[in-house]
């Protein structure tokens, strides 16, 4: 059983930066593919980002693209969300998962909130 947790949400002025950092417990964190959603009120859940186990491949919503950048290091059990040039549409919970094959596992959310 892997345990996420999500941290350094916050609120930010459109225009700036946060990074959040996911923590892993509980498993092999190295063996997991390692991706950020958010889901935004009244939206459904949405793919932002993922970061391979394999090569450290990386995708990315289209939405995010250019100003977000995921990374992991497996040393320390985390993974990383760097979000620059931040939009008021990037408000949402942010949610840590991690998965391999059909095992899934999601943290419990850290909010940003982007002011205009």
């Known amino acids: 059983q892997v345990q996420l947790v999500e941290s350094g949400g916050g609120l930010v002025q459109a225009g700036g930066s946060l990074r959040l950092s996911c923590a892993a417990s509980?498993?092999?964190?190295?063996?997991?593919?390692m991706g950020w959603y958010r889901q935004a009120p009244g939206k459904e859940r949405e793919f932002v980002a993922r970061?391979?186990?394999?090569?450290?491949?990386?995708n990315y919503a289209d939405s995010v693209k250019d100003r977000f950048t995921i990374s992991r290091d497996n040393s320390k059990n985390a993974v990383y969300l760097q979000m620059n040039s931040l939009k008021p549409e990037d408000t949402a919970i942010y949610y840590c998962?991690?998965?391999?094959?059909?095992?899934?596992?999601w943290g419990q959310g850290t909010q940003v909130t982007v002011s205009s």
């Open positions: 970061i391979s186990r394999d090569d450290g491949s990386t």
């Open positions: 509980g498993g092999t964190f190295s063996i997991y593919h």
């Open positions: 998962h991690a998965h391999i094959f059909s095992t899934e596992y």
